[in-house]
C-alpha cells in the first residue's frame, strides 16, 4: 500500500511492487487461468491514478495554504484570493471526480488480477487437463449386481430424495436413521483425527460479509453466482430485503477471515485450525450435471483445514503435505481407494498458487469422484483480508495461507455406502466408524 492510500477507502489486494517487474509472468498466469485481464491496461491505468493522485494533493495543498491566507488579506487581494480559491475548487472537483473514477476501475481490476501459479502447475484448459500423481487401494469387485447408493439408501430407509424435494427442491434430501447416524459418524471421525493431532476446532458462524468473501477470493467472480445472498421479505410477493450477508459455501470463508485485520506473531505460526460447518450452494451453471443422488447437492457439512504460515513457500507447501496426508489418512483408515490429481491452471481459478483433488472410488461412476480438494494460496487471501506477521526482527509480512477438504458429507456416503455394501442388500459399516455408532456393524432393512 502506498504512502497515504487509506485501506478502507483504497484497498491494495496484489503486491504492486511485483507486478510491474513482473507484469509477464501475471499476464501468464491470467492466460493460462483463462481470465481475461491485460496487464497492460492496468498498468496503464495504476499510472494515471498516481499521477492523478499528485496532482489532486497538490491542489489540496494549494488550496489550503491560499484559504489559510485569505482571512488576512483585504479589499482587492481578498477579492482575487476568493476569485482564485473558487476556480481552484471548481478545478480540483473536476480531477478528483475523474480520480474517483479511475481508482474504482483500479480496484475492480485488482480483484481479477490471478496468483502465479508454481512451476509444475501443469498448463490445461480444463479438468481434463489434470495429472494424476498417485493411487492408493484396490478398486472393488462384486459377485453380485451391486446398487448405487440412491437404490441402497431408499431399500435401508436412510435416504429419501423424493420428500427432500419435496421440502426444499432439487438437489435435497433427506438423511434419517442409520444413514444420518453414518452421516454425523464419519464428520466426527475425521474431527477427532484432527483434534488428537493438534489442529484447533472451529464451529463458524453459517454466514459471512462481502468483505470476507472478496477476502478469501470468492467475490467478485464466477463463484458468486453459487454464494446464497440472506435476506428477508413482509409478504411471499415482496422485494427481497438484501441483509448484507452471504451463507457459506465452505467454512474457508468464515475460519479464514478470523484473523482478519490482525497482525500475528512468527512465534504463533502455523495457526492449525479445522472448521466444522454446514456448508451451502447455489450449484449455478451446473444444470443437468451429477443431478442424481448425493453428489452434488445444496446443503453438506464439511471439516474444513484452514492454515496461516509464514511467507515461506517452502514451509508452505510442507503444510500442503501435512494437511493432504491428513485427508488421505481419514480414507486410508475407512478404506476407501482414491487417487490424487494436481490441477491444471485453468481449472484451479484464479487464487490458487498450486492445488490437488482426491478422488475417491465410486462403483456406480465406474469412476473416480472428487471428494477432497487441497490448496496452497501464497498471500492472495491475507492480502485482501490484512492478515499480517510480525517477524522476529520486527518486519511485517503477510502470511500464507492453506486449506484443504478433510471430509465432506453426504458426497463421501456414496463410496462408502456402495464399496460397503453386501448381496443381502445389507451395508457392512466402517470399522474406524462403529464407535461412533454404539458399535453397529451393519446397517440392514428392518
Not at 183 to 208: I, N
Not at 273 to 278: I, L, N, Q, T
Amino acid at each position: 500500500m502506498q504512502q497515504g492510500e487509506s485501506r478502507d477507502t483504497l484497498p491494495c489486494v496484489v503486491d504492486l511492487e511485483d507486478l510491474r517487474q513482473n507484469a509477464k509472468a501475471y499476464q501468464k498466469a491470467a492466460d493460462d487461468k483463462g481470465i481475461k485481464i491485460s496487464m497492460e491496461k492496468f498498468l496503464k491505468l495504476d499510472q494515471e491514478r498516481r499521477d492523478l493522485t499528485t496532482q489532486v494533493e497538490k491542489m489540496r495543498a494549494k488550496r489550503n495554504d491560499v484559504s489559510k491566507k485569505v482571512p488576512a488579506l483585504s479589499g482587492k487581494e481578498k477579492e482575487n484570493a476568493i476569485a482564485d480559491m473558487q476556480k481552484l475548487k471548481k478545478d480540483l472537483d473536476s480531477k478528483e471526480a475523474i480520480l474517483t473514477k479511475i481508482q474504482k476501475e483500479w480496484q475492480t481490476m485488482q480483484l481479477t488480477i490471478p496468483s502465479i501459479p508454481l512451476p509444475n502447475v501443469p498448463v490445461g484448459k480444463d479438468e481434463s487437463g489434470n495429472k494424476e500423481v498417485s493411487r492408493w487401494g484396490e478398486t472393488p469387485t462384486f459377485d453380485f449386481e451391486p446398487r448405487d447408493h440412491v437404490a441402497l439408501g431408499e431399500a435401508l430407509d436412510i435416504i429419501d430424495i423424493p420428500r427432500g424435494v419435496k421440502v426444499s427442491g432439487a438437489r435435497s434430501y433427506f438423511l434419517k436413521g442409520d444413514g444420518a447416524r453414518l452421516h454425523h459418524a464419519v464428520l466426527r471421525f475425521t474431527m477427532d483425527h484432527l483434534t488428537e493431532k493438534g489442529w484447533t476446532l472451529f464451529s463458524p458462524p453459517l454466514m459471512a460479509t462481502y468483505d470476507c468473501f472478496m477476502g478469501t477470493g470468492f467475490f467478485p467472480g464466477v463463484d458468486q453466482t453459487n454464494i446464497y445472498a440472506v435476506g428477508g421479505q413482509d409478504t411471499a410477493d415482496a422485494p427481497m430485503e438484501h441483509d448484507g450477508m452471504y451463507l457459506i459455501g465452505t467454512s474457508e470463508v468464515s475460519v479464514c477471515s478470523y484473523h482478519k485485520d490482525e497482525t500475528l506473531k512468527e512465534k504463533d505460526l502455523p495457526k492449525r485450525y479445522a472448521g466444522y460447518s454446514a456448508c451451502f450452494r447455489r450449484e449455478a451453471g451446473t444444470y443437468g450435471k451429477d443431478t442424481h443422488g448425493l453428489y452434488r447437492v445444496h446443503q453438506f457439512e464439511k471439516v474444513e483445514q484452514v492454515v496461516l504460515c509464514k511467507a515461506d513457500q517452502k514451509e508452505a507447501m510442507k503444510m500442503f503435505e501435512e494437511i493432504r496426508t491428513n485427508a488421505e489418512e481419514v480414507l486410508q483408515a475407512l478404506e476407501l481407494p482414491y487417487r490424487v490429481m494436481t490441477i491444471c491452471t485453468g481449472d484451479m481459478g484464479k487464487s490458487k498458487v498450486f492445488m490437488q483433488d482426491i478422488e475417491t472410488w465410486m462403483p456406480s461412476r465406474k469412476g473416480y469422484g472428487e471428494t477432497h480438494s487441497c490448496s496452497y494460496l501464497g498471500d492472495f487471501q491475507s492480502r485482501r483480508l490484512n492478515i499480517k506477521y510480525e517477524t522476529k526482527g520486527g518486519e511485517k509480512k503477510y502470511v500464507h495461507t492453506l486449506n484443504n477438504t478433510c471430509i465432506a458429507s453426504p458426497r463421501i456416503l456414496i463410496p462408502i455406502l456402495e464399496i460397503y455394501q453386501n448381496k443381502d442388500g445389507s451395508v457392512t459399516i466402517p470399522e474406524v466408524l462403529r464407535p461412533y455408532v454404539g458399535g453397529q456393524e451393519r446397517i440392514a432393512a428392518l
